[in-house]
């Protein structure tokens, strides 16, 4: 069974740079499309961005072009956002999520998810 666990969220100020990593286990991880949703309170769950199996594709969100970016590690199993010029509309719970072969950016293709991280954007 895939097991996911989100870290490095955290309260930052406007401007400021958080990298949350998610580590991967219990299948082969570079067989997975891994993606990043965020969820703020009384929001649906939205997406941030994805990577392909071998990590040469990304998508991200509009939102957060420019500002954020997917990497991963297949040596490592994990999978990073990297997320710079915070901005307080970023504030949510970030999640880590895994799915086959395709990228995808709607939540409900992705089969596995970890448990969320809380990132807070004060201005």
């Known amino acids: 069974q895939v097991q996911l666990v989100e870290s490095g969220g955290g309260l930052v100020k406007a401007g400021g740079s958080l990298r949350l990593s998610c580590e991967f286990s219990?299948?082969?991880?570079?067989?997975?499309?891994m993606g990043w949703f965020r969820q703020a309170p009384g929001k649906e769950r939205e997406f941030v961005a994805t990577?392909?199996?071998?990590?040469?594709?990304?998508i991200e969100a509009d939102s957060v072009k420019g500002r954020f970016s997917i990497t991963r590690d297949n040596a490592e199993n994990t999978v990073s956002l990297q997320m710079n010029n915070l901005k307080p509309e970023d504030t949510a719970r970030y999640y880590c999520?895994?799915?086959?072969?395709?990228?995808?950016?709607?939540?409900?293709?992705?089969?596995?998810w970890g448990q969320g991280t809380q990132v807070t954007v004060s201005s």
């Open positions: 990577i392909s199996l071998r990590g040469d594709t990304t």
């Open positions: 999520a895994a799915k086959d072969l395709t990228l995808a950016t709607r939540p409900s293709n992705y089969a596995y």
């Open positions: 219990g299948r082969a991880f570079s067989t997975y499309v």
